[in-house]
């Protein structure tokens, strides 16, 4: 069935440091592909979404390239913020199941 | 306006009693869906409602029991709850269900079983 695997966190980067968080994934056909956002004590928010091959979605200076050929979606920004620690999940849809596969998440730490 | 709101916000209660959670959305989106969170962030499908229609029933206790009255509400019923009931419960919702379609998620309810 379809699937999402994520980098283990939690990952800890010191401020203004260059981010990237893996994400590859499993699917039948031609899903798309999301990044959502959990701040501490807050529900899931949409960072950003690709839907066809080598689309870039892109959000608050956080950036994903749907790469077919590896299956990948990761996760960057140039330079992370305190205010950037936070729980960040890959999720994709539309594979064989019309269901959001959500991977496990992966915790973000900024440390100033 | 809050677009996904859920209550409550927290529930603290004893094992072995009953209680609800109630979801509304004003996004006029057609599809709605209940998630737990357990403690380690894992967030796990347990039901999801089209114009008011169940399509998604993960493998969860029959204990746990939604209702949709109509398109903007679902509600989340537990009996007998249980020490492993403890988690967080997500309501969201989308336009249409899945393929492309982003989802709103609320605030969470915070559920202790004591």
């Known amino acids: 069935g379809d699937s999402v695997t994520q980098m283990e966190g939690p990952v800890t980067l010191s401020e203004e440091a260059f981010l990237t968080i893996n994400c590859t994934y499993t699917?039948?056909?031609?899903?798309?592909l999301f990044w959502y956002v959990q701040y501490p004590g807050e529900g899931l928010q949409l960072l950003l979404k690709?839907?066809?091959a080598d689309d870039k979605g892109s959000n608050k200076g956080f950036e994903a390239t749907y790469r077919k050929e590896t299956t990948s979606f990761h996760l960057e920004k140039g330079s992370v913020q305190v205010s950037d620690s936070a729980v960040y999940f890959c999720?994709?849809?539309?594979?064989?199941?019309?269901?959001?596969?959500w991977g496990a998440g992966t915790k973000l730490i900024i440390k100033p | 306006d809050t677009a996904v709101s859920q209550t409550p916000k927290y529930l603290v209660t004893q094992m072995g009693n009953d209680k609800s959670i109630k979801c509304e959305q004003n996004?006029?989106?057609?599809?709605m869906y209940w998630y737990k969170q357990d403690s380690k962030k894992f967030l796990k499908i347990m039901f999801s409602?089209?114009?008011?229609?169940?399509?998604i029933n993960e493998t969860v206790p029959n204990r746990f029991s939604p209702k949709s009255p109509d398109k903007a509400h679902l509600n989340l019923h537990i009996n007998s709850l249980e020490l492993g009931d403890s988690a967080v419960y997500f309501c969201?919702?989308?336009?249409?269900?899945?393929?492309?379609?982003?989802?709103?998620f609320g605030d969470g309810t915070r559920l202790s079983i004591l």
């Open positions: 996004l006029g989106h057609d599809t």
């Open positions: 690709a839907t066809k």
């Open positions: 409602y089209n114009n008011k229609e169940l399509i």
């Open positions: 999720a994709l849809s539309g594979g064989s199941n019309y269901q959001l596969i």
């Open positions: 699917a039948t056909g031609y899903p798309s």
């Open positions: 969201a919702s989308s336009q249409g269900a899945g393929y492309n379609q982003p989802q709103h």
